[in-house]
């Protein structure tokens, strides 16, 4: 049996250590963000500006001018702060911030990442996910395990432009944990049920 | 002290002309400046380069002057959500070049600190890459350059006549960096309040870095994604 969203965005909450400072991408990570213990000390961290992210707002407490950074209405926690767009980036950038999590479409053997454009498809922009990967302690990625042609997306060399490169220290897909050692694609942990065949790594 | 303070968004705007070099505070339409952004459309001017994260959003922001054809080239990080601009990008009607968000805001900040340049790991081995400085520190790193414009429009919470300013939440975004990176920086604000009133502490910008101030109005301060508890 793989694993469920909420079950993939357990692992990755079980990673981290307590008092954490953590950055969610949009994409699969929102499901970590929901997952969070209420009672954690984590200090969730929103490229737009904002540390001690808290869940969402009420009626009555909803603000235009506190979102995230995927344009969401949010609420904080106490011990939260505002500041500008160089000092959010210098926390990544600077090497201050614990974890970030992003989705990916493609991770590879030798700690790549691609997961911003397909070529010839419709462009979006990175976005802040180059400064992430390149910036956080450790950098988490959760992604489905098979593309639509049934293929592993972990795989011996990104094909995609790249995000980052040498930056992944672990993915969590809906078949297990693994950490890409430069090399090959260690097995950290593995769904219930599911085999080392199944996988397709490189 | 001369006076900074004008009476609107037209008045502020009376020497900006076309081809000029446009930085547009906020964060998808959190924290933008939208008397500006209306009174541009109204006005008769084109080949704009425009310096902001996102371009407007959803139709909305800077979408109204995109939608113009008044925007010749675009400084942003991301354009999910923004339709128009990737109708845009698609039929090369306009010039894009998508900056890391991070690297955005340091290119944005080292124009206003009098940095010309500067190395950075991120975008390395990416497209972001291509024709640029590679050097190796601790990492290859990418060289980067400061990013200056003609005018900057913000949106601040409150101000004083000297142009101090306090913003609101995650409304600060980018606005700060370009307020002084910009030789023209014209802000308007929710509440334009007596100097002295914004504690010297509390303020987050302070008025230097600007150049002219007006009391906004009729605000929409639009959410793009309301999301409350009950419905998450």
Redesign the interface.
């Known amino acids: 049996m793989s694993w469920t969203k909420e079950q993939m965005a357990d692992k990755v909450i079980s990673l981290f250590k307590p008092g954490s400072s953590i950055n969610l991408g949009i994409g699969m990570p929102t499901a970590v963000a ?1 997952r969070i213990p209420p009672q954690s000390d984590f200090m969730i961290h ?5 540390l001690g992210v808290k ?5 009555e407490t ?6 995230n ?7 904080i926690n106490k011990g939260a702060s ?5 000092m ?2 210098g926390m ?2 600077g090497g201050h911030i614990d974890y970030c999590v992003l989705g990916g479409m493609e991770v590879d053997c030798e700690q ?1 990442l691609a997961n911003w ?1 397909i070529p010839g498809k ?10 992430l990967v ?2 956080a302690k450790q950098v988490i990625i959760m992604m489905t395990h098979f593309s639509k042609d049934g293929e592993s997306k972990l795989v011996k060399k990104c094909t995609l ?5 040498k930056v992944v220290d672990l993915v969590v897909t809906e078949m297990g944990l693994f950490r890409p050692n430069g090399k090959a694609f260690e097995i950290i942990d593995l769904a219930e049920g599911v085999t080392k065949e199944q996988l397709k790594l490189p | 002290m001369s006076s900074k303070v004008f009476k609107d968004a037209q008045s502020a705007l009376f020497d900006f002309k076309s081809g000029s070099t446009l930085m547009s505070g906020g964060f998808g339409l959190c924290g933008i400046a939208e008397n500006c952004i209306d009174a541009l459309t109204q006005m008769d001017v084109k080949d704009l380069t425009v310096i902001s994260n996102n371009i407007g959003n959803s139709g909305r922001g800077l979408v109204k002057i995109l939608v113009q054809n008044k925007i010749k080239k675009a400084f942003c990080s991301y354009v999910g959500g923004n339709p128009d601009l990737e109708k845009q990008m698609m039929a090369k009607t306009i010039e894009v070049e998508l900056v890391p968000q991070g690297t955005f805001a340091e290119r944005i900040r080292a124009a206003g600190m009098g940095i010309r340049a500067f190395y950075t790991p991120t975008g390395f081995a990416t497209p972001v890459a291509e024709g640029k400085d590679v050097k190796n520190f601790d990492r290859p790193c990418i060289l980067e350059t400061a990013l200056h414009a003609d005018f900057a429009i913000i949106k601040a919470q409150k101000g004083d006549p000297y142009g101090n300013l306090w913003f609101k939440e995650t409304a600060r975004n980018f606005s700060p960096l370009m307020a002084m990176a910009a030789k023209t920086t014209i802000v308007e604000v929710e509440e334009l309040v007596e100097l002295g009133e914004i504690a010297p502490e509390d303020i987050h910008l302070p008025g230097l870095f600007v150049q002219r101030i007006f009391q906004g109005k009729d605000y929409k301060n639009d959410i793009e994604f309301l999301l409350l508890e009950d419905q998450s």
């Open positions: 929901e929103s490229e737009n500006g904002v869940g969402r707002p009420t009626k909803v603000s235009p001018t506190l979102i950074a995927g344009k969401e209405t949010i609420s505002f500041f500008d767009s160089s959010s980036f990544i950038r790549s454009a419709k462009i979006t922009g990175m976005g802040g996910a180059m400064d390149n910036g432009p790249l995000t980052g490169y």
